[in-house]
């Protein structure tokens, strides 16, 4: 859905000059907002207009919390109370498997092929198959909570909202039926978890982020909260002298049990929240940020949450397509700093970090810089015989800098499949245009 800014105040405005409009409005509001912004709104959500005259007031009552006063007062104590953060955990999470044996050398296997843009569609609609059998019945991805320093640590299943919004956005570029399905389903899943006005939270213990809430935002972006922009002024509270968007969304009442270890702004936080929010005044500074990191070659150690530059680069492309002429002045020097991460055979890096930097390379149009063959068949070797792509960190702090917090790291099976068929769907288009 296109990013339409101000949707709330074009309607007042509108209504308030336009008689007809505003009796259209008040009679048929879903409806009337659909045919006059050419969109469909998500169903099951009912739109009331009120209309206030000089003799009649109306005060508007946000809905109840989805937590209970007991919950919120026992979410207050913070990390230390693991019974209230077990609520969050799915168990037992397996260990972790190995990667893939290559049976061949890239070249073999390519050559084997014959057509490598088929093998590319074959691999990513067996790695939707793999997801297929991995996303809960409720349309909610999984992820691992590990123990990046010790791995004798017991891992744990979790289910947050952001990991499905990060998966289902890399498959929003498949046109394969099993994706959009995925896809769909997901979205109701946000639905059943989004808090008034249109916030997120990772955990339930922790309060909302900004990371969760942009990411949730854009992919059920028709729920009227989020078309409305009804969750614009607690973001918009939320940022730092400088004009850069802070993580955390520490309301009066909520948990503050992140300062300890807090890093305030963060840029994949920030090229997620402009990646929603659009190119807007809001969001220059924010964007000037971005812009002067990049420039000068500043990301690595910008992020407590993303574990390398890769990540970082990929935001800030993914940025750049969904809110057109945002960043746009970034678009040649991204290439540049992404393609300077590739080292030789190593190419680069993990699997993942090589279908981030692929994806980022195609958002920021300099795909055809590298060799698309390699890349595809790299990634096509890589897979499973179930169809998934092996579980590397995805986010967490690898430097291991912030103490007994810092060392938690999360990723999936699930998580790089995703960003596989990412990857593949734009290397095949690549490789069929050639």
């Not at 946000?62 to 969050?88: M, Q």
């Not at 420039?295 to 492309?317: L, Q």
């Not at 290439?335 to 300077?340: F, G, Q, V, Y």
């Amino acid at each position: 859905m296109k990013k339409l800014v101000g949707s709330a105040e074009i309607l007042v405005s509108r209504a308030g000059e336009d008689r007809d409009f505003r009796e259209r409005l008040l009679a048929s509001p879903r409806e009337t907002i659909e045919k006059e912004f050419g969109v469909t709104l998500a169903g099951g959500h009912e739109i009331h207009v009120h209309e206030e005259t000089y003799n009649t007031t109306h005060l508007v009552l946000p809905p109840p919390g989805k937590l209970s006063e007991a919950e919120r007062e026992a979410a207050k104590t913070g990390a230390a109370s693991l019974e209230f953060l077990r609520k969050t955990m799915y168990d037992p999470a397996p260990p972790l498997r190995p990667p893939a044996v290559e049976r061949t050398t890239p070249g073999e296997r390519a050559a084997a092929s014959g057509d490598l843009a088929a093998a590319g569609r074959e691999s990513i609609r067996r790695g939707l198959d793999f997801l297929e059998s991995t996303v809960d019945e409720n349309g909610a991805w999984s992820c691992i909570r590990f123990n990046i320093a010790d791995p004798d640590i017991p891992r744990h299943f979790e289910r947050p909202p952001f990991i499905s919004a990060l998966c289902v956005l890399a498959l929003e570029c498949s046109e394969e039926p099993q994706a959009k399905a995925l896809c769909a389903a997901t979205g109701d899943y946000l639905v059943d978890t989004i808090e008034f006005p249109g916030l997120w939270r990772y955990y339930r213990h922790l309060p909302p982020d900004l990371d969760s809430t942009a990411l949730c935002s854009i992919v059920i972006a028709a729920h009227p909260w989020i078309f409305l922009e009804r969750n614009l002024p607690p973001i918009l509270a939320n940022r730092d002298e400088a004009g850069r968007f802070m993580t955390w969304v520490l309301a009066e009442d909520e948990p503050d049990v992140v300062s300890r270890f807090r890093i305030e702004a963060d840029p994949v936080v920030n090229a997620n929240v402009i990646a929603y929010l659009g190119d807007r005044p809001e969001t220059a500074d924010a964007q000037s940020w971005l812009e002067t990191l990049v420039a000068e070659d500043g990301v690595d150690g910008s992020s407590k949450w993303y574990p390398d530059a890769v990540a970082i680069y990929y935001a800030i492309a993914r940025a750049m397509v969904r809110a057109p002429t945002a960043l746009e002045r970034l678009r040649p020097i991204l290439a540049d700093r992404i393609l300077e991460l590739h080292a030789g055979q190593e190419g680069f890096g993990n699997i993942l970090q090589t279908a981030l930097a692929v994806s980022a390379l195609y958002n920021a149009g300099s795909l055809e810089r590298i060799d698309a063959t390699r890349e595809t068949d790299r990634i096509v070797s890589s897979q499973r015989e179930d169809g998934s792509w092996p579980e590397l960190l995805a986010f967490g702090d690898q430097e291991l800098k912030w103490g007994t917090v810092g060392q938690i790291g999360h990723g999936a099976e699930a998580v790089t499949s995703a960003f596989c068929i990412e990857a593949l769907e734009r290397l095949v288009e690549i490789l069929k245009a050639e």
